[in-house]
């Protein structure tokens, strides 16, 4: 008996030697994007889930779906909050139902041209995005970033504001859309997916977007003006579910945040090759630039501050420490340039 006892134990040792170590969670998680697969953002986020899936040895494994083929931009907020999807890069006007505060810098004349200025603004504001986010959604904010000024581009001739009354024009957002009504025009909800074919079918006169995402997604191909108008720009968040971030080992972990530093980055680079290389590229399409007459401007920001105006005043406190520390560092910006 003892020998058996003793082979037992001996048997055993080797069973559990011989085992193979248990293997590794893998993790399967999905990114949506707002826009078309050829856009900076998606070809980024591909970057992203390739470096992702080999610095993890593949427990880590990230699906790309970009032009809101995952969940709708107005849903994105939701779906990552409830781990429906793992991430998203989505815009504040997609979310701005959801979070108000999202739409901040997307507001109408709002943020000033200047591209290195905003990316200071960015940096700013992220860590107040974060602290929020995380406490009201569960939601990490990975970054932001903000694409050119937002124009008007037109499919028939105009030349200046009173001579787009009563066109209608594709717009994102609230905002965006008071905006537009304010100065006469008459604002369309479309898909982004569907812009491209109402515009070439006639069911909106034009749309507002920037230089880059209109030249990445063939805008030029069924518009022929750009109305230099510059207002805010489209700003983008990457959010992160937390939840699903916690559940990834600790080795695990510290690598996704390190590979999502250079998904940011790219991000930042492809929103500077925007600013400086998109209207380049929509001109040699064949777009012609209508200049904003000093008057049209004067009535564009008599609308525009009103909105604003209107629109800080709905902010509960939380929201509002964003704005202030936007509008502070504004109208720094502003007194300086005088």
Do not use: C
Not at 293 to 310: F, P
């Amino acid at each position: 008996m003892k020998w058996l006892h003793v082979s037992a134990l001996i048997l055993s040792s080797v069973v559990f030697a011989a085992s193979p170590a248990p293997a590794q969670e893998t993790h399967n998680w999905t990114l949506g994007d707002v826009d078309s697969p050829a856009h900076w953002g998606p070809t980024a986020a591909r970057k992203f889930a390739e470096s992702v899936d080999k610095a993890t040895s593949g427990r880590v494994k990230i699906t790309v779906y970009p032009v809101e083929s995952l969940y709708k931009g107005r849903d994105a907020l939701d779906a990552v909050s409830k781990n429906l999807t793992q991430m998203y890069r989505v815009g504040g006007l997609h979310t701005a139902g959801e979070e108000r505060v999202l739409e901040l810098l997307d507001l109408p004349f709002f943020v000033p041209n200047d591209y290195a200025f905003r990316n200071k603004l960015w940096d700013t504001l992220v860590p107040l995005y974060r602290e929020l986010l995380k406490a009201r959604f569960g939601v990490y904010v990975a970054d932001m970033h903000q694409a050119e000024p937002r124009m008007v581009y037109a499919k028939n001739a105009f030349k200046s504001l009173a001579d787009l009354t009563g066109r209608k024009i594709r717009t994102a957002g609230p905002s965006e859309t008071e905006f537009t009504r304010a100065i006469g025009m008459v604002p369309a909800t479309i898909m982004p997916s569907e812009i491209y074919t109402a515009l070439q079918q006639g069911v909106i006169d034009g749309n507002w977007v920037a230089d880059a995402p209109h030249f990445y997604n063939k805008g030029y191909e069924v518009t022929k003006y750009i109305y230099d108008v510059g207002s805010g720009g489209f700003t983008f968040y990457v959010m992160v579910n937390q939840e699903a971030m916690d559940k990834l080992s600790e080795a695990d972990r510290k690598t996704v945040m390190a590979e999502l530093a250079t998904y940011s980055m790219d991000l930042r680079k492809g929103t500077e090759d925007g600013y400086v290389n998109g209207r380049t590229w929509l001109k040699e399409k064949g777009m012609e630039v209508v200049p904003l007459a000093a008057e049209d401007r004067a009535t564009m920001q008599k609308a525009a501050d009103q909105i604003v105006e209107k629109w800080q005043g709905q902010l509960d406190a939380e929201q509002r420490k964003l704005y202030d520390v936007a509008k502070k560092m504004i109208a720094e910006y502003n007194a300086a340039k005088k």
